[in-house]
């Protein structure tokens, strides 16, 4: 799935926008003209039914057209078109055109064809030039607002391919995959995912498979056996303990049996405040040992705090067990938060 924003619509130059202008102006004098032709031609034909106020025929009808014209422009340029506000200025063109003709189609000696499409093809030209502007607008409004356009399927495969085609289309209008190659990756992946369920439930696969599973077939989160893992890498902090310096290296030569027991003898007792410092991570060894199920014994205290880089010996390991036993540890939430 592709994450990256799709870009907006280039900027333009001022070239363009000089051009764009003179089209735009060059696009209303052609409305003009065309307005100004069929302005005579249709108040002389209403004035045996409006009379005095024949001219205000055709004048409502070419404001109208203009009015509807430029508010389905402003409106797609607010990405709020109205699709069927298109058909009015059409409407009133088409009728614009047919009060034009009448008068030529009704004389004697048949129809005066020159003067018919001269008179239709100025308004034609006007609503040609309008929808066209209109398409641009809609079409740079909706670069403007790429999470709101919905990707469009290629006419071939539409074709080729009806009606997986159109399930497709159905599953991005319902699901509001608004991307087209996203859409494609994700049936992709449906579709080896109900691979995968015939393969270990056979041809009953409905039936047989769990609620869950054909939940998610149905929500299309059934990833396929073949997906890759994302693993993302953490980082764990040890907790903030004081450096101590390493301990020095013991001497080479082996003690007789007797020193080493008059020594043992005699070594001084760890005090349990000489532990403090190995507290915080004496509770994370101890949850995380009791998470695992596996019991907590001085060795494998001393051996999971030399792996974290520290020195410790093995009576100050007895002596840390010992308070970890005797006092009551903190919560698993506050564990985490030491920890991090």
Known sequence: MNDQPAAGPRPLSEGEQTLISVTAAAVGV????GFAISFATVMNAAKPTFGALAFLLPLGVDLGIGVFSALD????RLDMRVRWLRFIPWTLTAVTVYLNVAAYTGVAGGPDWFAVIAHAILPGLWVVAVEIGTHAVRKRANLANPSRRLDSIRVSR??????P??????RMVLWE???YPDALNRERDRILAKTD?????????QFKASRRERALYKLGELAPASAPVHVERVRLTQPSTPQRPALAAAPDRKPSPRKARTRKATRPAVAPSEVDDLMPLGWQIAADHEARGVALT???LRDAIRQTGQSISTDRAG??????????????????????
């Open 298 to 300: 001085r060795d494998r």
């Open 197 to 205: 369920l015939q393969d270990r439930y056979g041809r009953l696969w």
């Open 30 to 33: 052609l409305g003009l003209v």
């Open 319 to 340: 002596a840390l067990l010992a308070r970890l036993r005797s006092e009551t540890g903190p919560t698993a939430e506050e564990t985490g938060r030491e920890a991090a």
């Open 158 to 163: 539409w074709v080729l391919s009806p009606l």
């Open 177 to 179: 995959v608004r991307s």
């Open 165 to 170: 085609t159109f399930a497709l289309w159905r």
């Open 73 to 76: 422009i402003v409106l797609a």
